[in-house]
């Protein structure tokens, strides 16, 4: 195949040189590539007087590119070029050379990764597939915790509601369970607060928080939940051994071996940031216009293009972070490592790599190209190394220019403005894409094509997890990015459920994880799905009993809540057996209405 390179230095001398040749040919005065222009493009269209200015003296803005391609409507069409090369002044030692590409295709080998399920899943229920990823020992840990720290709290604060007597018992294992039901479940069910849940109104109503929980536990679980051991004092801040997310590391640690062991994505994958919304007093707190929340805590993922699975992801912990990701070649700046930390497991495997402009350079699409990674993405036009003069260069919407590099293949197209691309994946090849909500046909590059099909892998995942965020609002950051963690899981549950062969939707994903998170025994969670068969109002299924001995003398009275609600002071020493909180209830009328009625 006869192929002819320039240096941008040719180019533009060519452009300098035979004016005659140049007032013969049709085409825009920029840099060359492999291009097909549309015929609507063409001089032809323009009105004479235009045509003449462009006819200008050799060296003016408006003169005629000498060695233009042939422009044709068909997809495919490549850029022929003269065999005169006249004398060119040689690039500066050291700099890039970019050259012409013609019928430019890039050597790409075999992809050879083992996407897919990567534990056995033969028989697994909903809850299963999330209990890969909140599993048992995540659980305990909570629970170690949580009880560890609501120790030290009534130590610092004795005179704290927790620390008078019944304020605090130890967390169990499936209540915690339970807790996490409740918090998830408050995705679905939107109210103006957290106390609005167990609120009586007929307006807010929902028997289900009463049922699993009194409120006044909820709260001091919410209060008390911990991850890691205060006691434990970290490095003190500027200590190189400092680690800002110490509070909830060990969970950082556990999602992201769980999510890297339970599935390998395919070949595509991306590399973007996600936006965990808190507007508190944060040293590494994070604005980006561009996302609806704008502040908040950021974090780095790498996710599979086609489901949105995380696969990796980085907290952002400020600019003064030291990012030492293994193998990572010292050319690299802080975007680079981030992304080569990102992506290191998935080295060496022909995977393809799509990411925006924050990320891309021209040092880390070479350095993946030698570890048989190949890259796509946005530039900008100032970005080190690229050429200066072509990019500056004027030409018309709809059209194309490409330049290359070694192995790599900068493409400029002309939309609404300038589209900068640099890939390591694609050819100088353009492909006809239809116009939405019309039937014409756009040209555009390869790599812009892919580029848009492939880059929303990490929006994928939080566009489906909108609709259901269970976060409320907190001064503590990192109990937001908890909950943000766990729902990350619960998506990525669902996706392993959809390559096991399920077509349940994500909303009928979440209500069966929910189910059995928050009535823990099968039985129970049986008898609630009839929809009313664990409701407090359903009569027939409550029975009275005696309100336990405390040991003192005489026998134990507690407050009935319905004479209490009416501002009576009325003791009793019925309560019911069957409600979780155990009510306490007058046997006389008191205990009927409490179980029929909507007001409690």
């Known amino acids: 195949m006869d192929r002819r390179l320039f240096t941008v230095e040719e180019a533009y001398a060519q452009m300098l040189s035979d004016t005659e040749r140049a007032s013969e040919d049709e085409d825009d005065p920029t840099f060359l590539l492999s291009s097909a222009s549309s015929s609507s493009s063409s001089d032809d269209d323009e009105p004479p007087r235009r045509r003449r200015r462009r006819q200008a003296e050799p060296g003016s803005p408006h003169a005629r590119d000498p060695v233009a391609s042939t422009s044709t409507s068909s997809p495919g069409t490549r850029t022929s070029f003269p065999a005169h090369q006249p004398s060119a002044p040689e690039p500066p030692s050291g700099e890039r050379v970019w050259c012409i590409p013609v019928d430019y295709q890039p050597a790409i080998p075999e992809f050879v990764g083992n996407p897919g399920i990567q534990i056995p899943t033969v028989g697994f229920t909903e809850i299963d597939y999330f209990s890969f990823f909140f599993s048992n020992p995540l659980v305990n840990l909570m629970v170690e915790q949580t009880n560890l720290y609501s120790q030290q709290f009534v130590a610092q604060h004795p005179g704290s509601f927790l620390a008078k007597p019944g304020g605090w018992t130890p967390v169990s294992a499936a209540e915690m369970r339970t807790f996490w039901g409740l918090v998830l479940h408050m995705g679905l069910v939107k109210k103006p607060s957290a106390r609005h849940y167990w609120s009586g109104d007929v307006l807010y109503q929902t028997p289900l928080y009463s049922m699993a929980m009194a409120r006044t536990r909820f709260e001091a679980k919410r209060k008390c939940l911990h991850y890691a051991n205060n006691a434990a004092c970290p490095p003190p801040r500027g200590d190189p051994a400092y680690d800002r997310l110490y509070k909830i590391r060990p969970i950082i640690d556990h999602f992201g071996a769980a999510f890297a062991q339970a599935y390998v994505p395919g070949r595509e994958v991306a590399v973007d940031e996600s936006l965990v919304a808190f507007k508190g007093r944060l040293i590494f707190r994070q604005y980006i216009p561009s996302k609806r929340a704008r502040y908040g805590v950021k974090l780095y993922k790498i996710c599979e293009s086609t489901s949105g699975y995380t696969y990796k992801f980085r907290v952002y912990e400020g600019r003064d972070s030291r990012i030492q990701p293994p193998e990572c070649p010292p050319t690299l700046g802080v975007s680079g490592k981030l992304v ?118 990490v929006d994928l995942s939080d566009q489906v997890l909108t609709p259901y965020n269970a976060m409320r609002k907190t001064r503590a950051w990192y109990k937001k990015v908890a909950v943000y963690l766990v729902q990350v899981a619960l998506y990525n549950a669902f996706v392993l459920c959809r390559c096991a062969g399920s077509t349940e939707t994500f909303l009928q994903f979440y209500e069966a994880v929910l189910k059995d998170l928050i009535f823990s025994d099968r039985e129970r969670a049986g008898r609630s799905t009839s929809g009313i068969g664990g409701a407090r109002v359903v009569p027939g299924q409550h029975f009275p009993g005696v309100v336990p001995h405390t040991g003192k003398m005489g026998r134990t009275q507690k407050k009935c809540r319905v004479c209490r609600k009416r501002g009576i002071r009325k003791d009793t020493t019925t309560q019911c057996d069957t409600c979780p909180d155990h009510p306490d209830l007058c046997i006389d009328g008191c205990f009927r209405e409490y179980h029929t009625s909507m007001e409690y």
């Open 340 to 457: 080569w930390d990102l992506v290191h497991p998935l080295l060496d495997k022909g995977y393809h790599l799509y990411m925006d402009n924050f990320y891309t350079s021209i040092p880390l699409f070479q350095t993946l190209s030698a570890r048989s990674t190949f890259a796509c993405g946005t530039v900008r036009k100032n970005h080190r190394g690229l050429p200066t003069h072509p990019l500056q260069v004027p030409i018309p919407r709809g059209e194309t220019r490409a330049l290359t590099s070694d192995n790599l293949l900068l493409v400029r197209y002309k939309n609404k403005r300038d589209v900068l691309m640099l890939t390591t994946i694609h050819g100088n090849g353009i492909t006809p894409v239809s116009v939405r909500g019309t039937a014409a046909t756009v040209l555009k590059p390869d790599c812009i094509v892919d580029y848009n099909r492939y880059m929303g892998g």
